[in-house]
């Protein structure tokens, strides 16, 4: 077991941070990956090639992703968003979802919104400033002296930089409840064209939020340990670009193989620290990335298959959120159900190239 538990048992009293609560939302708008297809092709059928109409019929066809949600009023409006009503939508839609996930998690936590003293917002699907904190905090009737920051850029992986950041705030006394809030909407960076990357990306990507409520109570999840790496030289592998003042999803075809490799750094580097092997862990919270990222993390880590019902449901029934996804996963574990004193580690990737993991321990 890691380090400090028997002392701080000896004493009766928390030395750690503690995950007391975890909510998650999405939009209401629901589309299968047949209907999603079907509008893409009638209104882009026309400039799109016959290479990537097939690649089409292929990845919308995938068993891996039954349906996705979106956070728009007409499908149809996505198609010619002018820039500005986008920003206008991302900030509504990001607001919304990431207030019902607070006011969620604060509910399942027992805390009132006066109690909160601190709020970490990370998103990378859009960029407003001041950012979606001070939205959160007008919205939901925080106090207004409270420290918030948010976090932009993370990608798919910045729920467990959030996550650390809560974890210092705690630990170092800045703050006694501290939300964790992952919010995206993806369906704001759509664009479409022959370009592999947008298509695998019209596939895969949805809409949603989550937060977490952390305090130094041990109840909930206790945060054991965490580890990140970062691989600047391959940041052309996974990225946003801008085209014309647009978001544009760029993935390289290469990116499972080189997922799989990082991910497997982090967690060696997080079961060698705290002492730990493979067969220790009782479960695993993938980010889903993908149905090919799963399976090649999968065998890289050595995770067993049985481990990964969580994760592949919530591809299934989400897609890929982006950040907000991995907690997603986490709360379908505690759904079915983790003993008292099992471990769990999460593990997140994105853009950067970057992959993180973290320890967790069921209280």
Known sequence: MPSGDNAA?????????????IASTVPPYCADQASVAELLR?????????????????????????KRHFAIDD??????????????????????LAGQAVTRA????????????????NTCTGYICPGISSYLMERLGLARNIRVYD?????????????????????????KVVVSVSVEVCSAAFQ????????????????????????????GFEVVASTGRYVPALRDEIRFVYKEGKLHNQL????????????????TDLLTGQRLNRADIAHWALHTGGERIISVVRDRIGIP???????????????????????????????????????????????????????????
Not at 50 to 61: E, N, T
Request: glycine share 12%; proline share 5%; charged share 20%.
């Open 151 to 175: 976090m932009v850029g993370s990608g798919c992986g910045g729920a467990i930089p959030n996550l650390q950041m809560a974890e210092a705030m705690l630990k170092g006394g800045e703050s």
């Open 305 to 363: 298959e049985e481990r990964l019902g969580a994760t592949r449901r919530t591809l299934a029934e989400y897609g890929n959120m982006s950040s907000p996804t991995v907690w997603f996963v986490l709360k379908e574990i505690e759904r079915e159900g983790i003993e008292a004193g099992e471990l769990c580690i999460m593990i997140t990737y994105g853009a950067g190239l970057s992959a993180h993991a973290c320890l967790l321990r069921k209280t």
């Open 106 to 121: 604060l509910a399942e936590a027992g805390v009132g919104m006066q109690e909160v003293s601190g709020v970490i917002v």
């Open 75 to 96: 499908p149809a409006c996505v198609f010619d968003e002018p820039p500005d009503k986008r920003v206008a939508r991302f900030t509504e839609k990001s607001v919304q």
């Open 42 to 66: 009638k209104h882009f059928g026309h400039e799109l090639t016959p290479r990537s109409l097939a690649l089409m019929r292929v990845v919308f066809s995938h068993p891996g992703i039954r």
């Open 192 to 219: 479409m064209g022959n370009d592999v990357s947008l298509i695998l990306s019209n596939a895969l990507f949805g809409d949603g939020a989550a937060a977490a409520v952390l305090w130094r109570e041990p109840v």
């Open 252 to 267: 390289s075809p290469r990116l499972p193989e080189l997922v799989g490799e990082v991910a497997l750094e982090v967690v």
């Open 9 to 21: 048992a000896q004493t009766g009293k928390s030395r750690g941070v503690y995950i007391a609560s």
